[in-house]
């Protein structure tokens, strides 16, 4: 008889093949519950991902649509644009300030949120738990609410005979009411409103497992205030400050909603020039370059983003 230690009675095969085996086999299952997934991703996601690359290097048509011709007009136009009676190229100014006014906004976006989001995230987290679930409450209170309907109280805010013009007039602080909408304040003030929810609950996440014997150890240690939140708590909570920063950058950098209503004609955004070359532009390809243009901005954001991220963080350890 061979040693039960080295063999497997059953098949024959020593003990190392037959797990080799079986963890194959749990592999190909593994595999079999996530065809669904992926198949599904890969038809709904990659699918128009791809329809759309296509068009961005077709010819546009007369009046909508493509036609399956060949070129590269769409990606040329995305910065560039064409004399209509000499045919030279030149720099479009128009897409060039769309384009920097949709980094400045969403920037700006990030960076205010930020500022806003971590002593609202910090407060919450210094609560009891019975308070820290009605102040959670509050924050995810607009989330029931429709994104076209809260860009449409914020301008019930600000327009010309809105709240704020009003309360301003009351004060006697103005004479007259104040040009607010379809400037890129209101823009800012709208996406200001909207993705603040989203800032608040990653680092209050974060926060939530944050030791506060730390900050007293700081503290002990002589540690001003402003050392202990550089030295003690961003290192901690960065993951979160990371999180919210990109739930708030990458949406707020494609908005559409809320610089359509709150910009007007004026103050458009990426988005909104997209839309413009689906729609009345009849332009697909230069839309479906825009798109990309878009994607690729994003993408680049991110990595300098993470990598600036990571490289603070070894600097601090």
């Known amino acids: 008889m061979r040693p039960d230690n080295t063999t497997n009675h059953e098949v024959g095969l020593p003990i190392s093949e037959v797990i080799k085996t079986a963890s194959k086999k749990q592999e190909q299952r593994r595999w079999l519950l996530l065809s669904p997934a992926l198949i599904l991703l890969l038809l709904a996601a990659s699918g128009p991902l791809l329809i759309v690359l296509v068009y961005s290097f077709l010819t546009p048509g007369d009046y909508s649509g493509v036609i399956w011709e060949l070129s590269l007009d769409g990606w040329i136009q995305v910065i560039w644009q064409r004399d209509i009676f000499t045919g030279s190229i030149a720099l479009s100014d128009a897409h ?7 980094i400045k906004l969403s920037f700006l976006t990030t960076i205010l949120t930020l500022i806003m989001g971590f002593p609202t995230a910090y407060f919450i987290a210094t609560r009891s738990k019975k308070r ?15 994104l076209l309907i809260r860009t449409f109280a914020i301008m019930e805010v600000v327009r010309n005979e809105g709240i704020l013009n009003a309360l301003l007039l009351a ?30 609950l990653p680092i209050y996440s974060s926060m939530e497992r944050f030791d506060f014997n730390l900050v007293e150890a700081g ?16 290192p901690i909570i960065r993951p979160g400050i990371v999180a919210g920063s990109i739930l708030v950058f990458v949406p707020s950098l494609g908005a559409y909603v809320t610089p359509r209503i709150l910009g007007g004609g004026k103050s458009m955004m990426l988005g ?18 825009l798109s990309f243009f878009l994607l690729a901005l994003t993408m680049i954001f991110l990595l300098l983003y993470v990598r600036l991220t990571s490289k603070s963080a070894k600097s601090h350890v």
């Open 96 to 102: 060039l300030r769309i384009l920097l006014r949709s």
């Open 272 to 289: 909104n020039l997209i839309e413009l070359q689906f729609g009345q532009g009849n332009n697909w390809p230069l839309g479906a370059s």
């Open 132 to 146: 820290r679930s009605l102040w959670l409450f509050l924050i995810t209170i607009p989330f029931w609410t429709n």
């Open 171 to 200: 004060l006697n602080v103005i004479d007259q009411p104040i040009q607010i909408l379809y400037t890129d304040f209101a823009i800012l003030a709208g996406m200001l409103y909207v993705f603040l929810p989203l800032m608040v």
């Open 219 to 234: 503290y002990d240690l002589y540690a001003t205030r402003w050392r202990t939140m550089r030295r003690i708590i961003l």
